[in-house]
Every structure is written in structure tokens, then in C-alpha cells.
């Protein structure tokens, strides 16, 4: 049966999802708060949850008057553009309930950069790579000298998710900031910059898509999605680009350290 379910993630969904976490009583109320390390972050004040950027989430524990388990959620997305709220009632049941049906989108995490494959990406992309990212360096240098920031930036490292939905040919990367690791910064373009990366993004996605289409795991609404991590040197005339194509990019997708620790390895010298 479908039903209406914010989870752990605080995403919509249509079936119910267990996630294990503890109870908090907090100013005379009772809530339950998934474990962080599922979720991305719990609030400071510790009965929130959400994805640390736009999502925000209370599921409230209450008894009604007949003893029964309520379960209120209230969600915040986008600081206030998406207000919702469910309550869902509990009731004790005699035969054991059936354990939910494995997904892609619980695939484990990759642990180590290795497990990536490096990927031959063509003349015409990589250029197109390369020179967006020399504009970002080169942006960065200006910015530094502005604000007095004299680190060195002598590259670039980047996280991404390339989803599309449905079959459909579009599609949009999702870039993780990550602070200076190793004399690499994963950095944020600047005016012209952006929107020529946003235009290399695009080819490379079609690339991977069309090469490792047969690879790429599809979650039950249809959604495809690969992992891509890129380095760029400025000693270097062409990024370096791998991809998690399969599950590995689902359970990648959720897990926010394990996104800074493939980066840091990615970033140091090989």
C-alpha cells in the first residue's frame, strides 16, 4: 500500500521507511531523531533533522486517547517554501510485519577511491574541463588577493551527482564544497566561469551516461545517477575524472564524510 512518507533524509517517498535512531524528550514533548550519521546533521537543538542545507524536520511522538502511537512530522523545505505536516497512528499487531524489500538507494558507501573507474573522457570535453577549470584558478587568484587569502590554489577537486529522472536526456550535478585539501581547492566558479564549467558538466554527463548506461543503477522512481569526482593540476594538461556508475553512487549520494574522505585521497599526490 502507498502512503505519504518524509524520510530519514527528509525526501518524499511512498512507502514507509524504518531508520533507526533514539527518542529526545525535550520541553515536555517527545520526539524521534534518526541517527545523524544517515541523515547528514541534526539540528543544535537536537530533535530537528535534516540534510544540513534546506531541509528541516520534527516527527513528534503523542499518545491519542486511546493509548495508540502518533506520529506527527513536520517538515521545512526550502526555509519556507514547502510547509508540510503528516500524522500517522500506530496500532499493535499480532503477526510479525515483513522486513522492507532491499533498494539501491540503501547501497553501502564506497570506502575507497580506488574502487572508482577511471574514466577515458574525450579530447573536446576535457578541454572543455581544463579551460574552465584554469578560469576558476585564475578567478580564485583575484578573489585571494582581495580578501587577503594567500593560499595557494594550485588545483581543483570536485564531488558531483549527475541524476536524471525518468529516462529523461536532462540532467543536473550537484557539487559538494569542500574546503583546501592538499594544495587542491574545490571551489565555486565565478561569472563566465560558471556557466562554461556548467556547459563542460553537461557534455561530460552525456558521455558517462552513454558509456555506462548498462552499469548505472536505477532507483524505484525511475531516477538514474552516477557519482563523479574530478582533479585538475595546473602541471597537468587534462582533469582526471572517475565515476561510481552503480549502486556505490546511491550509497555515495547520502554519505557526506565519506564524500570529504574520497576527496581528500583524491586530492593527495599519486
Known amino acids: 500500500m502507498e502512503m505519504p512518507w518524509w524520510g530519514s533524509e527528509v525526501a518524499l ?22 541517527d545523524a550519521d544517515q541523515n547528514g546533521e541534526v539540528a543544535p537543538n537536537g530533535y530537528h533533522y535534516g540534510n544540513g542545507y534546506d531541509c528541516a524536520a520534527t516527527t513528534r511522538l503523542t499518545l491519542d486517547e486511546a493509548g495508540r502511537l502518533v506520529r506527527t512530522t513536520s517538515v521545512d523545505f526550502e526555509q519556507g517554501f514547502l510547509l508540510a505536516r503528516l500524522w500517522y497512528r500506530y496500532v499493535r499487531v499480532s503477526a510479525p510485519t515483513r522486513p522492507r524489500p532491499a533498494r539501491v538507494e540503501d547501497a553501502p558507501a564506497p570506502s575507497s577511491i580506488d574502487e572508482a ?34 593560499t595557494p ?8 551527482d549527475l ?20 594544495g587542491l581547492r574545490c571551489t565555486t566558479s565565478f561569472g563566465q566561469t560558471g556557466r562554461a564549467l556548467d556547459e563542460a558538466h553537461a557534455l561530460l554527463g552525456d558521455h558517462l551516461f552513454e558509456a555506462y548506461g548498462d552499469a548505472i543503477a536505477v532507483d524505484w522512481w525511475g531516477t538514474r545517477r552516477i557519482s563523479v569526482l574530478t ?23 547520502r554519505e557526506f564524510a565519506v564524500q570529504r574522505q574520497l576527496l581528500a585521497q583524491l586530492a593527495e599526490p599519486r
Open 231 to 253: 582533479r585538475y593540476r595546473e602541471e597537468a594538461a587534462m582533469p582526471e575524472v572517475r565515476v561510481f556508475p552503480g549502486p556505490a553512487a546511491w550509497g555515495l549520494g
Open 163 to 182: 541524476t536524471r529522472s525518468g529516462g529523461q536526456q536532462g540532467g543536473r550535478f550537484t557539487t559538494r564544497a569542500i574546503p583546501t585539501l592538499g
Open 13 to 34: 517517498d511512498n512507502y514507509c521507511e524504518p531508520f533507526d535512531g533514539e527518542i529526545v524528550h525535550r520541553d515536555g514533548a517527545s520526539y524521534y531523531v534518526p
Open 117 to 150: 573507474v577511471v574514466v577515458p573522457v574525450p579530447a573536446d570535453i576535457a578541454s572543455a574541463l581544463a579551460a574552465a577549470y584554469r578560469s576558476a584558478i585564475a578567478d580564485h587568484r583575484t578573489a585571494g588577493r582581495t580578501f587577503d587569502d594567500t
Open 153 to 160: 590554489v594550485t588545483g581543483i577537486v570536485e564531488y558531483s
